[in-house]
Every structure is written in C-alpha cells, then in structure tokens.
C-alpha cells in the first residue's frame, strides 16, 4: 500500500481540527505516516491525534530553532527522500502553503494548493477564480506536495498504535532568529477558517453584529463578515470571508444581510449547506442558497437564535 506523508497542523501545542480532517483523507489514499514537527514539551497532543485518527506510522521532530517554517520543511524533505511517499498532505493556511512551496522546491517535487477533493489516484480538485471554475488537477513529477482546505471533509475517528519511526533530520539554516513569542487572543467561538458552522453579516446589519453574534453563539458558530462590513469598520477585517478576506467551507453557513457579490461568494461558496436572509428577494445570494428566507435580518435571526435555544434546553 502507498505511504502518504501528513504534517499534523497545531500551534503552540494545540492540534488543530484540519489534523483530524487530513489524517481522515490520507487514510482512503494508503497508509498514513503522520509528521509532527514541535517544540520540547508540546508532542503529546499530535500522538493522541494521530492514534486517534488512523496513522500507521508516526515521527516527531522537535524544532530545533523554534522557526515554524524551516524545520518543517526540513523534516519533510528527509523523510520523503528516504521513503520516497506517494503523496505529501499539508492544511492550506499561510503557514501550510508556506511550507508546501518550500518543499515541492526542494524535492522537485509539482504541487498543488486549496483542494477541495482528493481522488484515489491523487488528482485534487480545486475551486479557482474566485469559486467560477472547478478543475482537476495532478501533478505529473515527483511525488504531489498537495494543500487541502479545511473542512474538506469531515473527520472521522479510527483508532491505532502508530509505529514510531526516527528519521535523521538534515537541518538547515533558516537564517531567521526568533526573539520573542506571543500567544494567540483566542475568543469563546471557533476559529474562522476551522469552524463546521459560521454566521455571517454583512451591508444589511447596518452595523448591529448583535443578532448574528446571538444565532451563532446559539449555533457553536463562528463568526464571519462581508467585505462591506468590514471595510465600513463594522466587524475586525481579520473576520471577513472573501476572495480578499478567508476562504471558508463549513458545513453549514449562513449568510445574514449579505447580497451575495461575487467577491464574497469566492470565500464560501464551497459551504456543504447554505442559508441567506435577505430582504430583498432578488439579491444573488439566493442563488446559491440551499435554503432562503425573504426577510428583515432584525426579525428572522433572533427568532432563530431563540428557536434554537428552545431545542438544546
């Protein structure tokens, strides 16, 4: 069975859900052989996920120089070249598309960025210009380096004892020295770009977030924003869902307020389910919509929030 390299994404320590959702992927592909490359003290949380979600193999490499980037990177690099893996997975992110275009250089490797699917044959497919076009793609030297979005697909658990393999890591220098860390400011709801439902608003808020802040505390939901929202300094630009913002593909999303132009439908038209309320009837988010609902945002979303509520007391 083919071997398919999989770097663990985490911070700080903190396993990320795109892990359990990569791992998940790999397994349908061939045998998982899960990277994790951490600080001291912080490799317990990628064992557990990775017994969790099905690798046959696992490696953990402690980085040397703290660089989140380079030892990476290089870790990856001297496993595949002693394994030689059908296929390298990473997260899509800055930091994952970071690391892929540095490896796929140094093993001359092709790559591929934002799949959506992966296919048995390691084709991925890919929603590109601004979510107009679907294409399949593979690679056709070298062994694909490939980013997949998150919540491409859904994570699903399936125990094992992953054999621990030592790799000897030929480190290089970053030429980058880290002088100081600080931790993330994280807020009671989930991560944007991780989240399996989000709530967003846009120019029909008005700037009263308030009710969709509700439904999605309602929900477990993170929260998203429109460019128009956040360009009028209503919501923080580190929330808007885009084509210049994040790109998004929860399991359920719903769209409060938002027309639905064609910048904002790039970041989260891939969404599995898709709800908009809008008061106006012909706006072209509705066309994308699973579901719609023709009304003021100010009515329908709490009676949502309070209709949830109602189910989970």
Not at 40 to 48: F, I, K, Y
Not at 78 to 103: F, N
Not at 114 to 119: G, K, S, T, V, Y
Request: net charge negative; with cysteine; glycine share 10%.
């Amino acid at each position: 069975m083919a071997e398919v390299l999989v770097l663990i994404d985490h911070n700080a320590g903190l396993v990320s859900r795109a892990a359990g959702e990569l791992l998940t992927a790999a397994r349908a592909l061939g045998a998982v052989h899960a990277v994790a490359v951490v600080r001291a003290g912080e490799a317990d949380a990628s064992r557990a996920v990775a017994a969790q979600f099905g690798a046959a193999k696992l490696s953990i490499i402690e980085a040397v120089d703290g660089h989140p980037i380079t030892p990476s990177v290089d870790a990856l690099a001297s496993i595949a070249q002693a394994s030689s893996p059908a296929a390298i997975l990473l997260t899509s992110g800055a930091k994952g598309k970071e690391i892929a275009g540095r490896l796929a250089v140094r093993l001359g490797s092709g790559i591929i960025t934002d799949a959506i699917e992966l296919a048995s044959d390691f084709s991925a497919t890919q929603s590109i210009f601004g979510g107009s076009t679907v294409v399949h793609s593979k690679v056709t030297h070298g062994a694909p380096v490939i980013t997949v979005r998150p919540n491409a697909c859904e994570p699903v658990a399936a125990e094992s004892s992953p054999e621990m393999i030592d790799i000897p890591i030929n480190h290089t220098s970053s030429g980058v020295k880290v002088t100081s860390r600080q931790a993330p400011v994280k807020g009671g709801r989930p991560e944007l770009t991780e989240a399996s439902i989000i709530v967003s608003g846009g120019r029909g808020t008005n700037g009263d977030f308030g009710p969709v802040e509700s439904l999605a505390d309602a929900l477990g939901a993170a929260v998203g924003a429109s460019r128009a929202a956040t360009d009028a300094g209503w919501y923080p630009h580190s929330n808007q869902v885009g084509q210049t913002g994040k790109t998004v593909s929860p399991q359920l999303y719903v769209a409060c307020g938002i027309s639905g132009a064609i910048q904002h439908r790039a970041g989260m038209q891939t969404s599995k389910t898709i709800v908009a309320i809008n008061k106006d009837g012909d706006a072209p988010i509705f066309e994308l919509a699973d579901f719609g609902v023709v009304g003021d945002l100010f009515n329908v979303v709490p009676q949502a929030a309070a209709g949830v509520q109602a189910r989970k007391s």
